[in-house]
């Protein structure tokens, strides 16, 4: 007898209409996933993965096609579905004025748990998920990686046999993202759960039992990811070259002829080609004498780049970031010297000291409640020190932080555009808060919607963008005035790796034009 599936998709279409404009999310889409295993979806930004959950958890109905979730009918019945699976969407809908105790109680009243079995349930996942010891604490002064772990434990609230996860480990640390995978399988293990995850990280789709590959509303593949993988086997190489900086390395393979992907690793930058067999060193950096190319294992990343790259509109070089920065050598343009801030009697940063020179690069590493993004604020002048020596673009912060933050760009934690505005609107306010008027601002906001690719959403509210075009928005309003030091707080987080790839393409480049960059990341 054939094993039932845990979820079911058969021809699925679905369509958004806004006025005269029709947007296919999922077109044909036809899967089967069994029970009892995690099930991850992958995708770039607006394939369609976000879509799908919401279908599958029946608060979408298809425009065309059959879904069946636990062996009910999804169109007929989704309130039977609704009450049979948990789903935690992107973001959770915690009440922050609320305990961490009154969060779970709430969602336990609307999931209609049996209030004889609350207490022991409460008590399991609270030693679960770690927040045991945090119960009375408002939701909304835990951290990401624990307002994460709460909005999972509300999900699993009534142990459903079908979990739906919509990117669950987005903007959390590392520590957090294994804490968090760990009670997922053990879902798994004890419950006999089905889990369907969708993740832009592509590390956490290789943890998954098998994988489910969108792109532009169509699924390109499902199986396990080492299948992915050996689809690329004899193209991936590691490459290393004297006499050269990794990101130049990087800038340069990048360009080469059937190169499909370049990835700084370590001491190496990682190649994927277009075609099996190791290329020649006189191919890909003609003018370079010690140039040394090695095989290397194929990833499911590796598959997942090549693939999508080949497909992507987006594929073609990025336009010229062509900005004029005044050159002042390899200055020393950022420093700190014991750097102390407080929040009443809490230290968020403790004896902080470093500096950064012109066309750097530089990387705050932590995880979540570490500092950095008060680092960021104070450094960008927007808190004040509470002790310490900083200098920015040659200003002293405790004298001049109006003049300092004339040179600097801010990239903000998710994006701080304004959704309510277009594209358009969002570029133009910016540049007006940078001082930017009249002929000057109209050259900038073209420039920016050019050099970003913006035109097709030039006058789309800032909410309804994919992700990875939110992040080029804000990246975009971030250098509207031409700053000579550019703050970029967690900004590649949540995006796909074609996103990521983009980003930091762009930010090579300012680099390597005397950009000072400092940026954030777990």
């Known amino acids: 007898m054939t094993e039932q599936a845990a979820l079911s998709f ?12 029709a947007l296919c999310a999922l077109d044909g889409v036809s899967f089967d996933i069994a029970p009892g295993r995690v099930t991850g979806l992958i995708g770039p930004d607006g394939a369609g993965k976000t879509t ?7 608060l979408l109905r298809p425009a065309l096609g059959e879904i069946r979730v636990l062996g009910l009918d999804a169109v007929a019945d989704p309130q039977a579905v609704q009450s049979a699976v948990g789903y935690m969407p992107q973001r959770f ?39 045991a010891p945090f119960t009375a604490r408002l939701a909304g002064r835990l951290s990401g990686g624990m307002k994460q772990k709460l909005g999972l434990a509300c999900a699993l609230l009534r142990a459903p046999r079908l979990l739906l996860l919509d990117e669950p480990t987005v903007g959390v640390d590392p520590v957090s993202r294994r804490e968090l995978w760990a009670i997922v399988y053990g879902q798994v293990r004890k419950q006999g759960m089905s889990v369907l995850l969708s993740t832009a990280y592509l590390d956490e789709a290789e943890r998954c039992d098998e994988v489910l590959l969108l792109h532009q509303g169509k699924l390109l593949g499902q199986g396990p990811p080492m299948q992915f993988s050996v689809e690329v086997e004899g193209r991936v190489f590691q490459v290393s070259a004297a006499g050269i900086s990794h990101r130049q390395l990087q800038t340069r393979l990048s360009q080469a002829p059937g190169v499909l992907d370049a990835l700084v690793e370590g001491e190496t930058v990682r190649l994927v080609m ?21 095989p290397a294992a194929p990833r499911f990343e590796d598959t997942f780049v090549a ?5 992507h509109d987006g594929a073609a070089a990025l336009g010229s970031l062509d900005l004029h920065i005044e050159a002042r050598g390899d200055d020393e343009v950022i420093r700190v010297q014991h750097l102390l801030r407080r929040f009443g009697d809490f230290i968020a940063v403790n004896d902080v000291s470093f500096s950064v020179r012109r066309g750097e690069i530089f990387g705050l590493l932590g995880a979540n409640g570490a500092g950095k993004t008060t680092t960021f604020r104070t450094l960008c002048g927007l ?4 002790g310490g020596e900083l200098s920015v673009a040659g200003h002293d912060l405790h004298t001049a932080r109006a003049e300092a933050r004339r040179h600097i760009g801010y990239m903000a934690q998710k994006f701080s555009l304004y959704g309510d505005l277009s594209v358009s609107q969002n570029l133009r306010f910016f540049a007006s808060a940078y001082g930017l008027r009249g002929r000057r601002q109209d050259e900038r906001v073209a420039w920016a919607i050019d050099t970003f690719e913006l035109a097709n959403y030039r006058e789309a509210n800032a909410r309804d963008l994919p992700l990875g075009f939110k992040q080029r928005l804000s990246f975009a309003a971030a250098l509207m005035h031409e700053p000579e030091i550019l703050f970029l707080d967690e900004p590649t987080s949540g995006v796909d790796p074609l996103a ?15 950009v000072t960059v400092l940026v954030t990341t777990h």
Not at 101 to 128: I, S
Not at 274 to 294: C, M, N, R, Y
Not at 307 to 311: D, I
Not at 383 to 386: D, G, N, Q, V
């Open 383 to 386: 808190l004040p020190a509470s």
């Open 500 to 514: 990521r790839r983009e980003f930091w393409a762009r930010t090579n480049a300012l680099a390597e034009a005397g």
């Open 10 to 21: 058969h021809n699925v279409r679905q369509v958004f209409t806004s006025g005269e404009h």
């Open 274 to 294: 277009d075609e099996v067999g190791e290329p020649s060193a006189a191919s890909l950096l003609p003018d370079l004498d010690e140039v040394h190319i090695k």
């Open 307 to 311: 693939r999508l790259k080949t497909r």
């Open 93 to 131: 809908g915690l009440y922050e004025d609320l305990s961490v105790q009154e969060n779970l109680d709430l969602y336990a009243e609307l999931q209609g748990l049996p209030a004889e079995g609350r207490a022991a349930r409460y008590d399991e996942l609270m030693h679960m998920t770690g927040l």
């Open 52 to 58: 799908l959950m919401r279908l599958a958890c029946g």
